[in-house]
């Protein structure tokens, strides 16, 4: 069997392993996309669906001021949750990298996984509600005379949302830092450098690609949730998620609903594609780099004392 053949063979072979995928991902996620757009362009039905002609009304729609608003308070919602979240999840996945028991804070990370979202969300309005336990916990010690009202607004939306995403962030933060070779650390101290000196200019740009992961696999979805703002948010709670949801359970108006889901399938595209132009443009310049500095770079796999000397 000649080059040529054994390259066309591989080439079927391919083709056959991955035709699963393939198909998977076409009936499951381009063609319910292509649903939603075609939605988005129709005309409410008079009982709900669509029907034609083509219009671009649910897109002149999102332009109304109380969309924008809802759209706006989104955005901060999600900013805020998603930077609480990395600025909780970087120490702990830095912690669980250096610790010895490894796979027992894994199995912690992962345990809330294993119970349904619904009750895990029910479980903190047990704890904030009015007569929860924390409100009764400070009644108890005297902190508190009355109830504090912490839940049913944002900060009760925000809390919850980084308690349920956390999870998300830690992963990829904890097998990004776990390959970091922490003898660089001890080197930029040795060599003057302080601990947040350290921190800042040794591991994070070496741990860039897992901050990068860690904001998608927040930030994504916690735009388009909806679950945590109805039930532990107020009025100043609605996200662009309950908009959908109400569209098309309430109003009945598909169209708008597709395109409100269609703003957020584009903006999670779009974080991917950040993702991995980010992490392409990383790989090209370590490459592009002479092999003294692509040493101080990569420093998880090169002489720690060069890529710490810098640092001072």
């Not at 083509?54 to 897109?59: E, K, L, Q, S, V």
């Not at 040794?202 to 039930?231: D, E, K, Q």
Request: proline share 5%; net charge positive; with cysteine.
């Amino acid at each position: 069997m000649n080059v040529k053949q054994t390259t066309v063979r591989e080439r079927r072979l391919g083709i056959t392993y991955s035709s699963p995928m393939g198909i998977w991902l076409t009936v499951f996620f381009m063609v319910p996309l292509l649903i939603i757009i075609a939605y988005s362009f129709l005309t409410k039905g008079l009982y709900g669906g669509v029907e034609f002609p083509i219009t671009f009304d649910a897109y002149l729609q999102m332009a109304n001021p109380n969309f924008m608003r809802v759209l706006l308070r989104t955005v901060w919602v999600t900013t805020l949750a998603t930077a609480l979240t990395i600025a909780l999840a970087l120490p702990c996945g830095y912690a669980m990298a250096r610790s010895k028991h490894q796979t027992l804070w894994l199995g912690m990370v992962i345990v809330p996984f294993w119970t349904n979202s619904l009750i895990r969300i029910y479980a903190w309005i047990a704890i904030l509600s009015s007569e929860g336990f924390l409100n009764e916990m400070l009644k108890a010690l005297g902190f508190i005379k009355e109830s504090l009202p912490l839940i049913y607004n944002q900060g009760a939306v925000t809390a919850v949302l980084i308690y349920m995403y956390i999870p998300f962030a830690i992963l990829p933060l904890f097998t990004t830092i776990d390959k970091f070779d922490f003898g660089l650390l001890e080197a930029a101290r040795d060599l003057g450098a302080t601990k947040p000196q350290a921190i800042f200019k040794v591991l994070m740009p070496n741990i860039r690609s897992g901050i990068i992961t860690s904001v998608i696999f927040t930030f994504i979805p916690i735009f388009g949730a909806y679950t945590v703002p109805l039930l532990v948010g107020g009025k100043d709670s609605y996200m662009i998620g309950n908009i959908i949801v109400d569209q098309v359970t309430k109003t009945r108006n598909w169209p708008l609903a597709s395109a409100f889901s269609l703003i957020i399938t584009l903006i999670s595209t779009l974080g991917v594609l950040w993702m991995m132009t980010s992490t392409a443009r990383e790989r090209a310049r370590i490459k592009q780099q002479p092999l003294k500095d692509r040493e101080d770079t990569l420093g998880p796999s090169h002489n720690g004392l060069t890529s710490a000397g810098r640092v001072s």
